[in-house]
């Protein structure tokens, strides 16, 4: 059973810094590209960052500079390092895995990220 658990979320004030986390259980982690997204209220889903399986970095232009994504493999673990967060951060963030074998991502199921005074 594929598992992806995220978790690291919370209430934080602008300016500061979260660290996310998403653990992989029940794929070969080493193989997968490895996904951040967000959802805010009454928005779509948008990819935030990705990490793919050869190590290429790819960013959304209102991320850059501010989050950065690494991931783990000994302990399928991919991270997403937040700083500088601003109120329009603000959403629930989810992981996913994919690799060329799939049609549609695994994901998970999501850790809200609220910036507020």
């Not at 805010?40 to 959304?60: F, H, I, M, N, S």
């Not at 329009?88 to 199921?109: F, I, R």
Request: contains cysteine; neutral net charge; glycine residues 10%.
């Amino acid at each position: 059973q594929v598992r992806l658990v995220e978790s690291g979320g919370g209430l934080v004030q602008p300016g500061g810094s979260l660290r996310l986390s998403c653990a992989a259980s029940g794929i070969m982690f080493v193989f997968y590209d490895m996904g951040w997204h967000r959802q805010a209220p009454g928005k779509q889903r948008e990819l935030v960052a990705a990490l793919t399986r050869d190590g290429t970095t790819t960013y959304a232009d209102s991320v850059k500079d501010r989050f950065t994504v690494s991931r783990d493999n000994n302990r399928n673990i991919v991270f997403l390092q937040m700083t500088s967060l601003e109120p329009e951060d603000t959403a629930v963030y989810y992981c996913s895995a994919k690799t060329l074998s799939l049609t549609n991502p695994y994901w998970g199921q999501g850790t809200q990220v609220t910036v507020s005074s």
